[in-house]
């Protein structure tokens, strides 16, 4: 069956350390999208990507970064640089306009 | 830029009907409803675009005020599986370009 994976699902950073998420879709989709989400905040929007090799800053992309190599990865590296790095991040494709959006189920990122 | 829902939550006894609504200071081109279970990703319920018809199922639809840019989400004879937060993602002009989404509203069906 065609999805998103997005590993781990749980992830502890240390203070200074970069660590990278995967993202990996099987779908065909162009677009592939990363998500913030915080208590109570909704989801915001980090970076997205709508063809290979190339990839567009979201409202907080600040201490992130991203890459878009082949169709099927969207790996996200959250900096040390990201000084509250701490939340549920989301991936997230589609096909077109004229449909919605399939996630991944998610990984759990602690700062400890 | 960011839609506002309303209302942040609601509680309903099974049975009862709900009414979620979204809005937006810009004219969209897309609204889309996604659902959110505690710990999960959002699972998407349908997108309704700029003249296009009310979508929906028998039990969950929505519509799509153009002029008031204005989308609202209808929960009948609710279940508990409805439970659940529900996020509207607005979309200003076509072309795959992200969603923006309101903050969420937290419905709590009970028995």
């Known amino acids: 069956d065609g999805g998103i994976t997005q590993s781990p699902k749980y992830l502890f950073r240390k203070e200074g350390q970069n660590v990278t998420l995967s993202c990996e879709q099987n779908l065909n989709h162009d677009a592939m999208y990363w998500y913030r989400q915080d208590p109570g905040q909704g989801l915001r929007l980090i970076y997205y990507s709508q063809i290979v090799n190339d990839f567009q800053k979201g409202d907080i992309a600040e201490g992130y970064s991203v890459s878009r190599e082949k169709k099927e990865s969207f790996p996200l590296t959250v900096t040390s640089a990201q000084k509250n790095p701490t939340a549920f991040y989301l991936c997230?494709?589609?096909?077109?306009?004229?449909?919605?959006?399939?996630f991944g189920s998610g990984t759990r990122l602690t700062v400890v | 830029q960011q839609p506002v829902q309303s209302p942040q939550a609601v509680i309903l006894r099974e049975g009862e009907d709900a009414v979620i609504n979204c809005s937006s200071s810009k004219a969209l081109y897309s609204v889309h409803w996604y659902r959110q279970k505690h710990g999960e990703a959002p699972v998407f319920l349908m997108i309704l675009l700029k003249g296009g018809e009310q979508k929906g199922h028998e039990k969950i639809s929505a519509s799509f005020n153009e002029k008031k840019q204005q989308s609202s989400l209808y929960l009948t004879a609710s279940q508990l599986s409805y439970s659940g937060t529900y996020f509207c993602g607005t979309e200003i002009y076509p072309g795959n370009t992200p969603l923006v989404f309101g903050k969420g509203t937290r419905l709590s069906v009970i028995a």
């Open positions: 997230a494709s589609r096909d077109s306009s004229h449909y919605g959006y399939t």
